[in-house]
T-cell receptor
Framework: SQQGEEDPQALSIQEGENATMNCSYK?????LQWYRQNSGRGLVHLIL?????REKHSGRLRVTLDTSKKSSSLLITASRAADTASYFC???????????FGRGTSLIVHP | SAVISQKPSRDICQRGTSLTIQCQVD?????MFWYRQQPGQSLTLIAT?????????ESGFVIDKFPISRPNLTFSTLTVSNMSPEDSSIYLC???????????FGSGTQLSVL
């Protein structure tokens, strides 16, 4: 069954604005990952945050994790048209290390 | 990191036919994963393919419908058999990077069944 659920399903912003996507999950995790998918192609790994971490940065990406609320957020700062893509969170589970993916957030950044 | 070459990138097939998707990795990997992504949906794991043994299928997926080969540590194929329009999806192969606990993906095969 699906573990992560992203919110919103779709997000449309102007270039230069920040984009925030949220992910909620149901069971305890060891880590949570965010992936990006361009136009139905292969996914690209963005960032991994472990269950004992609260915040992580990578370039214009900021990920937070709140294990008490079983939620994570991905913030893309100063967005660019090239950030247009679908973003997925993926969680491992207590019984499997293979990530389970959420439905994704479709982000459109208008130039 | 691993580079995965997946083909075909897309195909349009007739009902009742079969399509074989290939994935070639530029390094030896123990496990390869096959995912299906239905339109507007998440990725669903079809099966895990280990070299030298039968693939392990997830609930809802069977070998007769999705036979998988894994002849060596760098190559795998997934066949979508006796296709119907409900099989129209993106199919993705993936390998794991154990050191960094992440997955690398092929570029996907967009399948449309008429």
């Amino acid at each position: 069954s699906q573990q992560g659920e992203e919110d919103p399903q779709a997000l449309s912003i102007q270039e230069g604005e920040n984009a925030t996507m949220n992910c909620s999950y149901k069971t305890s995790i060891n880590n949570l990952q965010w992936y990006r998918q361009n136009s139905g192609r292969g996914l690209v790994h963005l960032i991994l945050i472990r269950s004992n971490e609260r915040e992580k940065h990578s370039g214009r990406l900021r990920v937070t994790l709140d294990t008490s609320k079983k939620s994570s957020s991905l913030l893309i700062t100063a967005s660019r048209a090239a950030d247009t893509a679908s973003y997925f969170c993926a969680t491992d589970g207590s019984s499997s290390y293979i990530p389970t993916f959420g439905r994704g957030t479709s982000l459109i950044v208008h130039p | 990191s691993a580079v995965i070459s997946q083909k075909p990138s897309r195909d349009i097939c007739q009902r009742g036919t079969s399509l074989t998707i290939q994935c070639q990795v530029d390094s030896q990997v123990t496990m390869m994963f096959w995912y299906r992504q239905q339109p507007g949906q998440s990725l669903t794991l079809i099966a895990t393919a280990n070299q030298g043994s039968e693939a392990t299928y997830e609930s809802g997926f069977v070998i007769d419908k999705f036979p998988i080969s894994r002849p060596n540590l760098t190559f795998s194929t997934l066949t979508v058999s006796n296709m119907s329009p409900e099989d129209s999806s993106i199919y993705l192969c993936s390998v794991e990077d154990l050191a960094n606990e992440k997955l690398f993906f092929g570029s996907g095969t967009q399948l449309s069944v008429l």
